[in-house]
């Protein structure tokens, strides 16, 4: 359904080092760093469902968070979820809402961890069994 997913960042390097430690949990690499024609950095993070875009806004306005948007990342496993959680915690992420663990009954359920990342953007990973 999605291309890409776009957030800002006021510390591009801050969140290179955050999201280059979180998102190998995930099996997603490094991120690439591009600068655009108007010299704003950018880092692309290349999934097999897409790209997460991390830039400096290029309207120049310091960037801020969606109250009320969530980026949440598909994860294999409960054990996923719990990694994602605690790698991003150990890099500057703060944890919140309830403690990682099912929504729902165990197995048939949701199994979910949310952090927000050191910009403030609210993430959460989420295992579903099929």
Known sequence: MFNHIT???NDIDAAEQFYNAVLPVL?????????????????????????LLITQPINDEPATVANGGT???KCA???QVQE???T??????????????WRGPEGTGIY???????????LCAVYRPQ
């Open 77 to 79: 496993s409960p054990e």
């Open 84 to 86: 994602f959680h605690d």
């Open 112 to 122: 979910l961890a949310y952090v927000r990342d050191p910009d403030g953007h609210k």
């Open 7 to 9: 957030i800002g960042s």
């Open 27 to 51: 099996g997603v690499g490094a991120g690439r760093r591009n600068q655009n024609a108007q010299g704003h950095m950018r880092l692309f993070y290349s999934g097999n469902d897409g790209l």
């Open 88 to 101: 991003a915690v150990r890099h500057g992420a703060t944890s919140i809402e309830d403690a990682p663990g």
């Open 71 to 73: 980026i949440a990342f």
